[in-house]
Structures are given as C-alpha cells and as structure tokens.
T-cell receptor, first 117, second 114 residues
C-alpha cells in the first residue's frame, strides 16, 4: 500500500516551453503533497506544500509563478514548470501523506528527471 | 528551526565490514526521526523511523538506528555491509504540528567495496 507514482519519469523540453509533471497517490487519499527538487549529489530541497483544494504554500525563494502547483483532487497533484530554462533542469520528486497512514510519514514518488535544452 | 546534519557525505566500507551512518539534529522541540534510502534516479524509500518508545529502532536488511536525545543523534548502524547496501541515505526530521513536513540532511553515499 501507499504507492505514489509520477509521470513522466523523464522529460526533455526546449527552453521557453512549459512542462507538466503529475504526482498520483494510487491506493490512498493524499490530503497533503510535497514537491521537492534535487540537484546532482545533493539533498532534497522542499519547493512547496499543497493541500487538496487550496493554494500551495511555497518555500522562500521558489517562484510561484514559475512553478505552478495544482492539487485538484485527493489523488492528484501537478507541478507545471512554466517557460523552462536550462537552470530548471533537475530531478523533481513528489511525496504524499494521508491521515489514515502512519503519522508523520511521507510516501515518495519515483521522481521525474527534467532536462531543458 | 530544525536542522539535520549528516556528518559524512561519503562512507566507504569493505563488504562484510560494519557500517555507521551518522545523523545529528538540532531542534528546540520534540522530534520524529527518519532514515530514507535513495537508489540512482529513484525516489526515497523509508527504512527506519523513531516516533516514540524504544530508542533502538530496527529496520530491514539488518540496519538499526538509535535515538540519543542527550547527543541529539540518530546514527544508523549495520554489523555487516553488503554490496546491495550501496546507495544514498538521507536522515530527516519532523515534529508535532509540522504538517508532516520533513527537513532532510545532506545525504551520505555508502560505497561498498568487495
């Protein structure tokens, strides 16, 4: 149980285009989803926290107009990187929590590798 | 504010040698502690967690971790490393009323040599 999927697993896009990454909880309802960014050989950096049906809360320094997050249902959150640039190339990971799961535990997706050319 | 420090960015060990991955945290409130593993190009998998109770937590594959409040540490150990243990390991902390938000350490790459 508690499986989180991400789609796509890899995406290459041209500079200036937008890319949407989906995060789904497959067998549970995720009241809260988190989006992380990870650079090579570095730790995870929290970008934003999204709660179903409300606006996402962005961490300091994360451009909310550039990284659009939508948590439209209890099983789906999306991250859209708008007007992507090469410096946006990174590994993006989502995670989800559920009130019915173990307290304080996050379930992580497999990640999405974004390359902007 | 909480912070997590993983003292070693890399830990090289020989196969079948004991392993210790160190994690220290800083917090003014009670914390909950986690160890995650990440394999290349994959997400994170939970290995161990300390919420309350026994301070010695046992995980899968022979790893265990001990919460030492006096030392603000949650080091992870294994008596004998296997090649399959080679991966990136992250220590993380959260606390009550944090909305399950995790603060991660910088990660430790465990390298197992034959």
């Amino acid at each position: 149980g508690a499986v989180v999927s991400q789609h796509p697993s890899r995406v290459i896009c041209k500079s200036g285009t937008s890319v949407k990454i989906e995060c789904r909880s497959l067998d549970f309802q995720a009241t809260t989803m988190f989006w992380y960014r990870q650079f090579p050989k570095q730790s995870l950096m929290l970008m934003a926290t999204s709660n179903e049906g409300s606006k996402a809360t962005y961490e300091q320094g994360v451009e909310k107009d550039k990284f659009l997050i939508n948590h439209a249902s209890l099983t789906l959150s999306t991250l859209t990187v708008t007007s992507a640039h090469p410096e946006d190339s990174s590994f993006y990971i989502c995670s989800a929590t559920t009130p019915s799961g173990f307290a304080y535990e996050q379930y992580f997706g497999p990640g999405t590798r974004l390359t902007v050319t | 504010a909480q912070s997590v420090t993983q003292l070693d960015s890399q830990v090289p060990v020989f196969e079948e040698a004991p392993v210790e991955l160190r994690c220290n945290y800083s917090s003014s409130v009670s914390v909950y502690l986690f160890w995650y593993v990440q394999y290349p190009n994959q997400g994170l998998q939970l290995l161990l967690k300390y919420l309350s109770g026994s301070t010695l937590v046992k995980g899968i594959n022979g790893f265990e971790a001990e919460f030492k409040k006096s030392e603000t540490s949650f080091h992870r150990t294994k008596p004998s490393a296997h090649m399959s243990d080679a991966a990136e390991y992250f220590c993380a902390v959260t606390f009550p009323n944090a909305g399950n938000m995790l603060t991660f350490g910088g990660g430790t790459r465990l390298m197992v040599k034959p």
